[in-house]
C-alpha cells in the first residue's frame, strides 16, 4: 500500500485547509513497485495525477478519509509507504453553506487530525514493513530520527525544503534514508522516477 497526496480538509462546502504536495512522488513509487511484480494498492489524496490503471487506487479527500481507507487495507499489505502529506489539523466543525465574507476578521478553530502512521504502527505485525515520510525544514535528522523511534516506522525517508528541487511540485527529489538498523543512507538530487527506484531498492536491502 502506498499513499500519496494531500488531504483537503473542509471549511466549507467550498472552503479547504491543504498543501502543496502533488502527489508525484508516491504514485512514482507505486509505479515502480507494480512495475517490479507487486500488487499495490494507492491511497490518493486531491491530486491531478493519473495513474497507471495497473495500480488499485482509492481516491480520498480528507485526512479522516485516508485513515479509514488505511486501517482497512492494513491488515493485508506486507509492505506500507505512507508518502501521502495529510494535513495535521482539521477545521473543529464545518460549514454546511458557503461563508460570507460579512466582516474583517474571521477565525477557524482546528482540531489535530488523527496520526495514521502512529496507528499502523501500533497494528504492525512482525511481517509487516512500515515507511514513513518526514518532511522538515530545520533540525532534519533528530525531527526524523525521532519520527522513526515514535512512530514504530522500519524506515524513514527525509525530505528537506532547505534543498532546491526537492519537496512539494517538483518533479525531483533529494532523499535521505534512515532505518531501524541504524543505517543512514544519502541520495543526490534525481528525478522522482529515479528516487523511487531507491526507495524501493532500500527496502529490498532492508527485508534481507
Given at each position: 500500500?502506498?499513499?500519496?497526496?494531500?488531504?483537503?480538509?473542509?471549511?466549507?462546502?467550498?472552503?479547504?485547509?491543504?498543501?502543496?504536495?502533488?502527489?508525484?512522488?508516491?504514485?512514482?513509487?507505486?509505479?515502480?513497485?507494480?512495475?517490479?511484480?507487486?500488487?499495490?494498492?494507492?491511497?490518493?489524496?486531491?491530486?491531478?495525477?493519473?495513474?497507471?490503471?495497473?495500480?488499485?487506487?482509492?481516491?480520498?479527500?480528507?485526512?479522516?478519509?485516508?485513515?479509514?481507507?488505511?486501517?482497512?487495507?492494513?491488515?493485508?499489505?506486507?509492505?506500507?509507504?505512507?508518502?501521502?502529506?495529510?494535513?495535521?489539523y482539521t477545521p473543529v466543525t464545518k460549514a454546511e453553506e458557503k461563508i460570507k465574507?460579512?466582516?474583517?476578521?474571521?477565525?477557524?478553530?482546528?482540531?489535530?487530525?488523527?496520526?495514521?502512521?502512529?496507528?499502523?504502527?501500533?497494528?504492525?505485525?512482525?511481517?509487516?514493513?512500515?515507511?514513513?515520510?518526514?518532511?522538515?525544514?530545520?533540525?532534519?535528522?533528530?525531527?526524523?530520527?525521532?519520527?522513526?523511534?515514535?512512530?514504530?516506522?522500519?524506515?524513514?525517508?527525509?525530505?528537506?525544503?532547505?534543498?532546491?528541487?526537492?519537496g512539494f511540485g517538483y518533479d525531483t527529489n533529494k532523499i535521505t534514508i534512515f532505518d531501524r538498523q541504524g543505517n543512514?543512507?544519502?541520495?543526490?538530487?534525481?528525478?522522482?522516477?529515479?528516487?523511487?527506484?531507491?526507495?524501493?531498492?532500500?527496502?529490498?536491502?532492508?527485508?534481507?
Amino acid at each position: 500500500m502506498v499513499t500519496a497526496g494531500p488531504t483537503y480538509e473542509a471549511i466549507d462546502p467550498v472552503r479547504f485547509i491543504g498543501n502543496h504536495s502533488s502527489g508525484k512522488m508516491g504514485v512514482a513509487i507505486a509505479e515502480e513497485l507494480v512495475a517490479r511484480g507487486a500488487e499495490v494498492t494507492l491511497v490518493l489524496g486531491p491530486s491531478s495525477l493519473i495513474p497507471a490503471s495497473n495500480i488499485k487506487t482509492i481516491r480520498v479527500k480528507s485526512a479522516a478519509e485516508m485513515l479509514e481507507v488505511c486501517l482497512t487495507e492494513f491488515a493485508e499489505k506486507e509492505i506500507t509507504i505512507m508518502s501521502a502529506a495529510v494535513a495535521d489539523y482539521t477545521p473543529v466543525t464545518k460549514a454546511e453553506e458557503k461563508i460570507k465574507k460579512n466582516s474583517d476578521h474571521f477565525s477557524v478553530e482546528l482540531k489535530k487530525t488523527d496520526d495514521i502512521l502512529k496507528q499502523l504502527g501500533v497494528l504492525k505485525k512482525n511481517h509487516q514493513l512500515l515507511i514513513g515520510f518526514a518532511l522538515e525544514t530545520n533540525d532534519e535528522k533528530a525531527y526524523a530520527l525521532k519520527k522513526l523511534r515514535e512512530k514504530n516506522a522500519d524506515i524513514i525517508v527525509l525530505n528537506s525544503l532547505n534543498d532546491t528541487g526537492a519537496g512539494f511540485g517538483y518533479d525531483t527529489n533529494k532523499i535521505t534514508i534512515f532505518d531501524r538498523q541504524g543505517n543512514e543512507y544519502l541520495f543526490e538530487k534525481k528525478s522522482k522516477k529515479e528516487v523511487a527506484a531507491d526507495i524501493v531498492n532500500t527496502i529490498i536491502q532492508y527485508k534481507k
